[in-house]
C-alpha cells in the first residue's frame, strides 16, 4: 500500500523488489504480526523499527524462511513465493544477516563467506583457489582487513558480524535485510558497514535495515517503516520524520495504568551497593545504589545489558573491576553461595532454562533453595517444609490444585510466585527481578506487579530489569537507563517519561 | 584490531613460523603422529620382534577393520550424532554374504546382499535418528542389540561355514599385496584417501562438518541438516558392512560372536583421534592414527607378553589421557 510512494523516490533502479501484503503471524496465545505490509525498493535502504516485542524479528524470520506465515502474501517479481525454509529464500534471493552469529566457528573466514553455495570445479571438487582468492578481493574491496584463511571462531564478535555482513555481498542477493547490525560494531567499523551498504545499493540490491537506533536511521534510510504490537503503524520517507516524530510512532498509545501502586515506598537503609562494576562481556562502570524498600527500575533495549548487570550483581558472572556490596557486606564475585548467603537473589528471565525444575513439585522447587533451614542433621523435616511452603502458597496466592503438582503443570504467573517463594523462603534483603512479566498474561501481570509492590513495602529492596515501559513507570521509585552497557540516565518516578527514557536508552 | 577504512593490504602479511607451528600444533593430526612414532619407537627398543616388516604388516592388517568402520563412524560423529551399531553390524552382513555364496557360488551377488543390509541398517538408523529426532546414541544401542540377537537366533547360536569357498573370498581377507601388505590394510587406506579427499574437497563433506558444528547455522546457509546426517549414517553402515566382509573372510564362516566389542574398539579409536563427540571438529585421517596407536599398542604389549587384563587397563588409561589432552589444548589457544 505504500509502494507508490517509495517508487517516487526511486532513481535508476526503480521498482519494487519484494511485496508483502497483510502478513500476519500467530504463536500460541500470541499475535506476534497482523495485517502487516512492507514494500522494498530496488536500491534503496528501508529501514523497520519499533520496540521490543513490536515484531520486527518474526518479520524478517518470516523472509529468511524460517518462520512460516499464517496469512498474507509475498511477492518477488512479481511473482508469488512460498518462502518455506532458508534454503527457498535464499534461492529467491533474500540473504538475512542475523544478529547472532550464523558462522561455523572452525571454519575458515573464507570458506563462511562462501557456506552456502560452495563453488566447485570440474569433477564437482570445491574450488579452495577461487574461494581464497574471492574473498581476499572482496575484502579489499570493501576495505575489510581481515585475513581469509583465519579460522572464524577466533576472530571477536565484531570482526565475525562484518564476515557475515561481507556474506551478503559474495552471494547474488537481491534483497539484504540486517538485523541491528551494529549491535557489537565500533564506530570505525559502523563506517565500514554504511559503506558496504551503499555499495549494495548502488547494485541495486534492497537493503531492510533493522534497528532501535535513531541516529543511524537518519544517516542511511530512505524510507521507514514503525511496527508497534505486531501492526504497521507507519511508513514515511526519512524526510518527514523528526526524532520526536519517530519516537511517536514507536510509542503511540499513552501508558495506560494498567499497574497502580501504593504512593511511595518507604525507605531504609542502603540494602544494595553497586560501585563501578565492568565485565569482560558488557558491562562498563556501572554504579548505583539501592535502599530497603525501594524499587530500582533498569530499562535498556535489546542487548544494553541489562541481562548481564542481573548476573553479575547477584554474583552468578564473573566481573572484571568493581565491587558490589549486600547491606554493607562485600560479594565475593562470581560466587551465588555467598550472594545467596548475604541475602540477594536473582528471578531470572529464562524460567524454563535457570529457574525451574520442570519435572518437580510445588513444594519440591519452592523449598529448593531453603532446604538447609527444614534440615536436621541432613535429613529434611517434611512437616516443617511442608508448613513453610503452604505459608508461601497461601500468601502469594499461588493457584495449584496440591504442593505435589508438577511445576510444568501451574501458568506461567504462578509458576513465577513460586519462583519468588523460593527466594524469600531464605530470608531475602535484595531480589532482582529479570524481566518478571515476560511470557505471563495480562491478569497474572498485575498480580505478580502487586506481590512486588507489597514485598517492597514489607522492606524488600527490588531491582528490576524490564523492557516493558509500563511496568518500569509503575512500580520504580527511581529509573536508571542502560545502552550499551552502561547507565546513561537515572530518573526520578516523577521525572521519569516514556520519551526521555526512550531517549536515553537509545543514545 | 586495525580497521580502516582505506586500508591497502587486505592480504594478511605472510605468518611467522611461531604461528605457523602453533596451527601446525592446533591440528590435532600432529600430536597423533608424534604419539604413534612414540608408541613404534618404545616397543622396538623394548622388543627386538617389534620393528620388523612382517610384524608391522600384520598390525596393519589387523587395524584394517577398525579402520574401515572407524571412517563411517567418525563421519557421523562429525555430523554430531553416535553410532555405536557397527558391532553387531559386521557380525550380522556375513550372514547374507555366506548364505548367498554358498547357494550362487557368486562373491559378487554376496558381496551385493551383505551391502544391502548395511544400507537397510544405516537407513533404519538414520530415519530414526536424524528424521524422527530420537537420540542417535538410544537408536544405533538399540539396532546393536537388535542385530546381535537376530544373528543369535539365525545362526542358532553357532557358526555358518563358507560352502562355496571361492578363492576370490578367501583373498579379500587373507591375501597379501606382493605377499606383504595385507589387502584388508589397502582396501582400507584407499577407503581412507577417499573419503579423506570428500570431506575435505567435495561440498558435501563440508556439509557435514557444517550441520555438526552448527546446525542451525547450516539450515540458515540453505543445507538439509536432516539429509546430511540421513547419508552420514548410510556410509557408516556401508562402510561397516565391508569390515564385516573382511572379517567373514578371515574367520571363513558367519559367526555368531564375530565382533562382540568391536563399536567400543571403533569409538575408542575415533575419540583418540580427535574426533568431537559434539560434532564439527576431527578427521579422518585423525581417526586412522587412532586406530593405529591402540593397534601397535596391543601388538606390542602383547609381544612384551603383558596380560591382557593389563592390556585394557592401560589402552582405557590411555584414551582418557588423549582426550584430556586435546581438551586442554582447545582450551588453551
Redesign the interface.
Known sequence: MHAELVQERGGAHTGAAIEMHGIGKRFPGVIALEEVDLVLARGKVHALMGENGAGKSTLIKIM?G?YGRDAGSINIGGREVALR???EA??EGIK?V?QEI??????TVA?NIF????P?GRA???D?KKIRAES?AL??RI????????RTGDL?VS?QQMVEIARALAHEARIVVMDEPTSSL?P??V??LF?VIRRLTDLGIAVLYVTHKLDEVFEIADTVTVLRDGRHISTRPIGEHTHDTLIQDMIGRRIDNLFPRSRGHAKGDIALSVKGVSTDAKLDDVSFEVRAGEVLGFFGLMGAGRTELAKAIVGFDPIRAGTIEVAGRPLKPHDTRTGAGLGIGLLTEDRKGEGLMLELSVQQNMSLAALGAFSRAGFVDETREKAAVQGFVDRFRVRTPSLNQLIKNLSGGNQQKVLLARWLMRGLKVIVVDEPTRGIDVGAKSEIFALLDRLANEGLAVVMMTSEMPELLGLSDRIAVMAEGRITAVFDRDAATQENILNAAIA | ???????A????PPAPAAAMLKALFRRSEIPLLISLLVVIAFFSIASDTFLTTRNIANVLGQSALAMTAGIGVAIVFISGEVDVSVGSLVAAVAIPLIVVMNATESLFLGIAAALALGLVVGAVNGYLSAYLGINSLIVTLGTLFILRGGVYLYTGQTAIPDEAMLESFFQIGNGRLLGLLPYPALIAFVLLLAFAYVMR???FG?QV??VG??P?????????VKRVKFACFIISGLLATVAGIMLASRLGSAVHVAGLGFEFQVVAAVVLGGVSLSG??GSLFGMALGVLILSFLSNGLGMLALATEWQLVVTGGIIIAAVAFDEFKRRRI
Open positions: 529468511a524460517v525454509n532458508p534454503r535464499l534461492a538475512v542475523f550464523a558462522l561455523i566457528s572452525e571454519f570458506e557456506l552456502e553455495r560452495h566447485v564437482g571438487s570445491i579452495w581476499a575484502f579489499e576495505g575489510f582487513d581481515v585475513d581469509p584463511a583465519a571477536p570482526q565500533t570505525n567499523e563506517a565500514l559503506k | 584490531m586495525p580497521q580502516s577504512l582505506d586500508a593490504h587486505p592480504v594478511p574437497h567435495r561440498p563440508r562438518y557444517a558444528g552448527n542451525e547455522v547450516a539450515r540458515l546457509a540453505g543445507y538439509s564439527g571438529i
